[in-house]
């Protein structure tokens, strides 16, 4: 086999026009972050049921407290950490498409025994074993949408997959608001949710068997045969959507040989990209995870009623698809370190706003504002830390920075109960404030530019 092949594949992949194949595979891709997103939120929608059930409380006796939902929070990130920092090097080994379904599998069977348990301390470990499974699964699609799609869409892309991931908030804060209270067959309804979620999983898993293994992965690993294969059927596919011949092939920018070792994210250029995103991570998550899995204790340290915070907080998650739609209109226009500039801006100064209102109207609405710029930065981020990386690395990369994410989030849950306890829905706001302080610091002092160039060119 040409080994020509193993040189092309970025420029071939790369100058091929966004056609209905393309859109398929982040649609195929983005049903796994589906499950990611519907993971973390229903941490917020089943706390109340949690608690109602007699099982936590939201005022735990001790910082660590099992049968506090901020301990239940912390277990959810720290699974997280462990799959993502832990076992994100096996997609650079194994590959973007096999890790896929092992990790949805996981994440399925986990969540169908959590739901089964009746105490504190086993619903805390089947937490924390299904998390690890979907913090596998974000590192995998994290890499691979951008091996799959050219330079010129990659922010719609991440903005798509976001869109249709986000699809999932209004759902299971609907199911929260229609089930939590009750208990239909008799099944708590927290119970109910945490089972709906591991069936469907089984579901995205049969539909993404469609999707190819990723081009540049194989070439990388020497499977040539397979690689071409690959790309010729991506080839013809994309060329028979758009009814023309495919556009020439650009400059070929050749990638640096050498194997997927940890110590490179260690080296230049790397290592300031790591410790940018890093922080970055570390300090992001406050703001995301800081509002998102709070919004109903929040509403209802406002003085609102348990059954109408979850109605709120429905009418509140409504708006997460029309952040990345909102988003699709810059995502490949403005540069990706000032689009996390700017939603961070917005993260910390809605919620000190938030914080302030006393009528419900205003109250939704500012919960709809930081709602839309952490969706905004959600998309952002994913894509740019992705790109900043080479191929035979990605995969561990990214697993290693969105780590520190997942770990500083096990802790938000806890710091953010302490804050809450200590000053209410206040003292979340100003310290969600500091830390977006910090990221803007951060991504404007360090970040490099990224739109409109090649993985192979940035990695240079």
Not at 56 to 68: E, I
Not at 207 to 229: D, F, I, Q, V, Y
């Amino acid at each position: 086999m040409d080994q020509s092949i193993a040189t092309n594949v970025g420029a071939r992949l790369d100058r091929l026009p966004f056609s209905r194949t393309l859109w398929l595979f982040v649609l195929l891709i983005a049903l796994g972050g589906v499950f990611e997103l519907y993971d973390l939120f229903m941490t917020a929608y089943i706390a109340p049921g949690l608690v109602r059930a007699g099982l936590y409380t939201a005022r735990p006796a001790s910082f660590f407290a099992a049968n506090g939902i901020g301990f239940f929070v912390f277990c959810t990130f720290a699974g997280m950490f462990v799959g993502t920092m832990g076992f994100g090097f096996v997609a650079d080994r194994m590959g973007r498409r096999a890790i896929f379904t092992y990790s949805l599998l996981w994440y399925s069977l986990a969540s169908a025994i959590m739901a089964f348990q009746h105490s504190a301390e086993g619903i805390d470990l089947w937490r924390f074993i299904a998390s690890v499974g979907i913090g596998l699964e974000q590192v995998t699609i994290d890499t691979f949408i951008p091996e799959l799609v050219p330079p010129q869409g990659r922010g719609r892309a991440f903005a798509l997959y976001q869109f249709i991931a986000f699809l999932i908030v209004p759902v299971v804060a609907f199911l929260g608001w229609l089930l939590v209270p009750h208990a239909p067959l008799g099944l708590d309804g927290w119970r109910w949710i945490a089972l709906i979620s591991a069936v469907a999983a089984l579901a995205a898993w049969w539909l993404r068997r469609a999707l190819p293994e990723s081009p540049r992965w194989l070439a990388r690993h020497g499977e040539l045969e397979r690689a071409e294969a690959t790309m010729r059927m991506i080839e013809e596919r994309v060329a028979r959507d758009i009814g023309a011949p495919l556009p020439p092939i650009g400059a070929i920018l050749v990638e640096r040989a050498g194997q997927s070792r940890f110590a490179e994210l260690f080296r230049a250029p790397y290592l300031k990209r790591t410790v940018m995103m890093s922080l970055f991570n570390s300090l992001s998550v406050v703001g995301y995870y800081g509002f998102a899995a709070w919004v109903p204790t929040l509403l209802i340290d406002k003085g609102i009623h348990v059954t109408t915070s979850l109605l709120y907080a429905f009418i509140i998650a409504i708006a997460n698809p029309i952040g990345p739609l909102l988003g699709f209109l810059v995502a490949d226009r403005m540069e990706r370190k000032w689009q996390l500039v700017c939603s961070s801006v917005g993260i910390g100064a809605f919620m000190l706003l938030f914080a302030l209102q006393t009528n419900d109207v205003a109250i939704i609405a500012y919960g709809v504002l930081v709602t839309l710029s952490n969706n905004w930065l959600s998309f952002a981020f994913h894509n740019y830390q992705a790109e900043l990386y080479p191929t035979r690395v990605r995969a561990r990369a990214v697993g290693f920075v969105y780590a520190w994410g997942r770990a500083t989030a096990a802790f938000v849950g806890l710091l953010i109960g302490f804050f809450f306890r200590q000053a209410g829905t206040m003292g979340v706001a100003l310290f969600i404030g500091v830390a977006m302080v910090g990221v803007i610091v951060v991504i404007a002092t360090m970040g490099p530019r990224t739109l409109g160039q090649s993985l192979e060119e940035i990695s240079q």
